[in-house]
């Protein structure tokens, strides 16, 4: 009996040491549906969240639907939309589809941008409205995408901290959750800037490769210059240039 007393007794030291501590930072567990009681800016990012799709293979990504003045388009990964310049992706929130063509290609920091010739009629862009400077540690942030082989999900979380990218200057570390198939997925803060576009989810490599889900990183939108990224685009009109091209 003394045995089983002291057995029982190493478990609810163990249970209550496993405990979350008061004041640690966790992040939300990801949600499929907005109920009425969310914040409206979690509403309008999860109705912009497109799944990007690459003709011929099949493969999916995430990317998110904006209005830059009279231009409609698509913010998402490069690798996830990595064929020349003119290539034509399917982006989709729930039963609508449009074309979707690549007008900006950016390798190095893992931008690209997609121009949508018809816009959605079932759901409304996002506001071209990117942060200025690179989001601050502590920031709060809120995403959708679309994990792989999963419907639309929602995500809550904040900037962790920040590491040397492969790209022009610091990338973002963020602390939430993230899967394959998010890639794309543009990041917001609670007041719908963008923060930047996420491209990958930490990896360690010790001692053998591991899915770290609960470390983001993501390409600050001070990494691409909006006007220098549509040029391209804007320079193939002749006639009936759109507003966002003069």
């Known amino acids: ?7 029982l007794i190493m478990l609810v030291s163990t249970i209550a040491y496993a ?18 009681g969310r914040p409206a800016i979690e509403k309008k990012v999860r109705e912009a969240a497109l ?14 639907y904006i209005k830059y003045k009279d231009l409609y388009l698509v913010f998402t990964a490069q690798h996830v939309a990595s064929g020349a310049l003119g290539m034509n ?6 039963q609508e589809s449009h074309i979707a ?22 759901v409304s862009p996002m506001k071209f409205n990117p942060l200025k400077n690179i989001a601050s540690v502590g920031t709060n942030i809120i995403y959708s995408g679309y994990p792989s082989t999963h419907k639309l999900m929602s995500f809550t979380g904040r900037v962790a901290g920040y590491e040397v990218g492969t790209g ?56 691409i210059d ?20 003069k």
Request: charged content about 15%; hydrophobic content about 35%.
């Open 1 to 7: 009996m003394n045995y089983i007393k002291i057995l």
């Open 19 to 36: 405990a979350p501590v008061t004041g640690v930072y966790i992040p939300e567990k990801p949600i499929e549906n907005i109920n009425a």
């Open 51 to 64: 799944r990007i799709t690459v003709p011929l293979t099949g493969g999916h990504g995430s990317g998110s």
């Open 89 to 94: 992706y399917l982006a989709t929130h729930k």
């Open 101 to 122: 063509t690549l007008i900006y290609s950016d390798p190095i920091n893992d931008i690209a941008v997609l121009y949508l010739k018809t816009s959605f009629r079932t």
């Open 168 to 223: 022009s200057g610091k990338e973002i570390i963020l602390q939430t959750y993230g899967w394959f198939g998010c890639s794309g997925s543009m990041i917001y803060t609670l007041k719908g800037q963008q923060v930047g576009v996420l491209y990958g989810v930490d990896i360690e490599y010790y001692p053998e490769t591991q899915v770290q889900e609960n470390m983001i990183w993501v390409a600050p939108m001070s990494d």
């Open 226 to 245: 909006i006007d220098r990224a549509i040029k391209p685009f804007c320079d193939g009109y002749v006639e009936n240039r759109p507003k966002a091209c």
